[in-house]
């Protein structure tokens, strides 16, 4: 199986540890990326911390990949205008290449205006920033990633990990990603959004956490869970646990439930030959219209298609 060629653009004032998740997480994927780092003149970058980083290649590498990754700079770092040489660099992609950007590499993405009307996500702590800079880019800041296909954007730091996954995951199907996660010691999918890492005021003593329930609701999903249900579980009012499960998780107990059962069919439609009315059943979805309707809300594409692509991956 032919390679895919990943290629990372590093700038002055990247993060370290962010630079090398592509690489980290990828070099995992049985030998089905080859990953560069190149900077916008193939000099030594400046990190943010006390040493800098030499790469091998200048930013002819870029004409040359299937996927782009922007890796992010310290805040101080940021500008509402991209400098000559990275739009110069940016301008060597070539058209429908898929482009990555980590945590405030979306600023680079959205400064060139490459996110124009497009949804996108960044780190949580600089999302104000972001909206009042790029007012044009419609900015999610509360999950961990969005695929806006050919752009994706993920959150601060460690999303990273997750839109490498997630790459890997859509590429060649779950079975791979998984074990990708499992050898760098990794969640292979992380529920909720990064609004559960957000400052929020420390919680009274002794409240309880939801996650018991959230344990208990995943070995359930075929069953037609309702708020009354896993509030019960959790011995908490209906109000006191969806305020505390949106402060855990990001999102609301509703909307969890649905992102779960999306991702257990989607590991069906690849790992089974169910029927999608079959899928639906396991996963709780009432119909297989409902799967549908879901699915395509989620990733854009109906149940057939998802097997096929996935089915051909693996």
């Given at each position: 199986m032919r390679r895919e060629r990943v290629v990372v653009l590093a700038l002055d004032g990247v993060y370290p540890f962010e630079l090398g998740i592509p690489s980290?997480?990828?070099?995992?994927?049985?030998?089905?990326?080859?990953?560069?780092?190149?900077?916008?003149?193939?000099?030594?970058?400046?990190?943010?911390?006390?040493?800098?980083?030499?790469?091998?290649?200048?930013p002819e590498a870029l004409a040359t990949a299937g996927t782009v990754v922007i890796a992010p700079v310290a805040p101080a770092h940021l500008a509402d205008e991209v400098s000559d040489d990275v739009l110069a660099a940016l301008a060597l992609i070539r058209p429908g290449t898929r482009i990555v950007s980590i945590c405030t590499g979306a600023f680079v993405l959205a400064a060139a205006g490459l996110l124009d009307g497009r949804r996108a996500t960044t780190h949580w702590q600089v999302a104000d920033r972001f909206r009042r800079m790029f007012p044009r880019v419609d900015l999610d800041p509360d999950v961990l990633f969005v695929d806006d296909h050919p752009f994706l954007t993920s959150a601060g730091a460690a999303s990273g990990v997750d839109i490498c996954l997630h790459l890997v995951r859509k590429d060649h199907g779950s079975k791979l990603a998984n074990s990708v996660a499992r050898r760098c010691v990794v969640p292979p999918f992380r529920d909720g959004?990064?609004?559960?890492?957000?400052?929020?005021?420390?919680?009274?003593?002794?409240?309880?956490?939801?996650?018991?329930?959230?344990?208990?609701?995943?070995?359930?999903?075929?069953?037609?869970?309702?708020?009354?249900?896993?509030?019960?579980?959790?011995?908490?009012?209906?109000?006191?646990?969806?305020?505390?499960?949106?402060d855990e998780v990001g999102l609301s107990p509703g909307r969890w439930l649905i992102q779960q059962r999306v991702v257990r069919a989607r590991h069906l439609l690849e790992s089974s030959d169910l029927t999608v009315d079959q899928?639906?059943?396991?996963?709780?979805?009432?119909?297989?219209?409902?799967?549908?309707?879901?699915?395509n809300a989620a990733i854009g594409v109906s149940p057939q298609a998802y097997r096929r692509t996935f089915q051909t991956a693996r």
């Amino acid at each position: 199986m032919r390679r895919e060629r990943v290629v990372v653009l590093a700038l002055d004032g990247v993060y370290p540890f962010e630079l090398g998740i592509p690489s980290r997480i990828l070099g995992a994927a049985d030998d089905r990326y080859e990953v560069l780092t190149c900077s916008v003149d193939g000099r030594p970058v400046h990190t943010d911390a006390d040493f800098g980083v030499t790469v091998e290649h200048g930013p002819e590498a870029l004409a040359t990949a299937g996927t782009v990754v922007i890796a992010p700079v310290a805040p101080a770092h940021l500008a509402d205008e991209v400098s000559d040489d990275v739009l110069a660099a940016l301008a060597l992609i070539r058209p429908g290449t898929r482009i990555v950007s980590i945590c405030t590499g979306a600023f680079v993405l959205a400064a060139a205006g490459l996110l124009d009307g497009r949804r996108a996500t960044t780190h949580w702590q600089v999302a104000d920033r972001f909206r009042r800079m790029f007012p044009r880019v419609d900015l999610d800041p509360d999950v961990l990633f969005v695929d806006d296909h050919p752009f994706l954007t993920s959150a601060g730091a460690a999303s990273g990990v997750d839109i490498c996954l997630h790459l890997v995951r859509k590429d060649h199907g779950s079975k791979l990603a998984n074990s990708v996660a499992r050898r760098c010691v990794v969640p292979p999918f992380r529920d909720g959004g990064q609004a559960q890492y957000i400052e929020q005021p420390v919680p009274e003593q002794g409240a309880a956490s939801t996650a018991g329930t959230r344990a208990w609701a995943l070995e359930r999903l075929d069953e037609p869970l309702t708020l009354a249900d896993l509030s019960g579980h959790a011995r908490m009012s209906q109000r006191t646990f969806a305020r505390r499960f949106h402060d855990e998780v990001g999102l609301s107990p509703g909307r969890w439930l649905i992102q779960q059962r999306v991702v257990r069919a989607r590991h069906l439609l690849e790992s089974s030959d169910l029927t999608v009315d079959q899928i639906a059943g396991r996963v709780g979805f009432a119909t297989g219209a409902s799967l549908r309707q879901h699915l395509n809300a989620a990733i854009g594409v109906s149940p057939q298609a998802y097997r096929r692509t996935f089915q051909t991956a693996r």
